[in-house]
């Protein structure tokens, strides 16, 4: 990445879904294959390294976020934003050569400039955790440096990874600073990270949109203080935020409006939405000639202390594990199926995970589509975040008098489900495995032979489930493993060959 940089291109995420990525093939100029591409190894740099110019407004990275229009919406971001970015934020975050920060985010999310690239230009040290879960730390740090940062976490996660063990004083013994984002931090989640990491003494939570180059507030929290409420925060220094009514007039303190971002994180626009584009960015009032300002579409408002309240979102979108959904782009992904008629998306609340996607498909007159055919349609289609944890295939949806999708009468499909033959368990090990399914997904029965994801299982409650078998079975489970075996069948063989 710092080469493609480097030689004056941007990038973009290659860690998509195969039908989403040719999309991307039409338009991208260059692609670099990693499994063709060698590199030699040189004692020394050659004399006669090219002099690239990169200025400040090239392009740096186009990141895709959902689209509410049914594809999805690639945010052109410049250098110049990213070098703002990273002076204000690494100087807040107090970050040095003697850190160690974990990284954990995907390349196509933008708080990976965060993780990475950041700290590689103070002299930090980055260790690479991937999306594996953090519970083969412990075991791992030996002979390796702990972390000390941890610059890259979403509340809804964290409720999990804290519930499993993964994040502890065990496993994160000089952790000094966490950092929250991509969605609202509650009091409890505080006071749950402060009797996990009794010695954490800085807890900052962010907030900002990709199209304003990753971070536009900072709260700074104190993990061991007791709060009604938490924000998020003031703007960043070289950051305007401005929260303004339907007539872009500002509302008083104490008033919601909907929040609009300028300044210098401000990003290009979006790649070949010129339509978009204009809509979503405004000339700036409050900046100089010429400067604009991003819509957000985010309901907030100022408090009397001079910091910004969080209320959500003022369309149908949503936050799915700190990914930014629009149900639209999914329901479009499932009518593309042959046969699907027709289809619908809708958020349903989900305790401390946050949100969960129900996606709901009407046959054609002559169709036998399952959800299971649909779950791997989907799959190929749209990133994880955006594949509905429950499917329902019905004849017909319900409708309004207007002949729109009546969405209130859409049925909790963790309630239409009906008792089908399943496979028994057969074995002790299958037997507790699917006692822990039963409970967190909660069915009164799963079969051995049931797909975990295909039940409406995610990454979130993967997690638990492994540290419910641990407890149980003594098991040494990763989420990597449970991934490559999602039935009940192929965990306890997986876990009885480990044994």
Known sequence: MLGVWKAGMA????????HRLARLAEQELLVLDPDTLTVARATAPPADLPAVPVRPGQLAYLVHTSGSTGTPKGVLVEHAGITAYLDTVLAHYRLGPDDVVLQRASTGFDAFLRDCVGPLTVGATVLMAGRSDLSTLAADLPGRPAPTALLSMVPSLLHQLLDAGDVGAATLPGLRLLVLSGEPCTPALLAKVHRALPGLRRVVNQYGPTEATVTTTLADLDPGRAYESIGIGVPMPGTTVQVLDAALRPVPVGVFGELHIGGSGVSRGYHDRPGLTAAAYLPDPAGPPGARMYRTGDAARWLADGTLEFRGRLDRQVKVRGVRVEPAEVEAA????????????????????????AGYAQRTPDGRVTEADLRGHLEARLPSALIPAELLVLDALPLLGNGKVDRAALPEIRAER????????????ERVIAEVWADLLDRPDVGVEDDFFALGGHSLTALRVISRLRDRLAAPLTLRSFFEARTIARLARKLEETR
Request: net charge negative; proline share 16%; hydrophobic share 40%.
């Open 11 to 18: 990038f973009v995420d290659p860690e998509l879904p195969p």
């Open 334 to 357: 499932l009518a593309e199926h042959p046969e699907v008629g027709a289809a619908a998306v809708v958020a349903r609340p989900d305790g401390p995970n946050g949100w969960r996607l």
């Open 418 to 429: 009906t008792a089908v033959t399943r496979v028994a368990p057969r074995t002790d090990t």
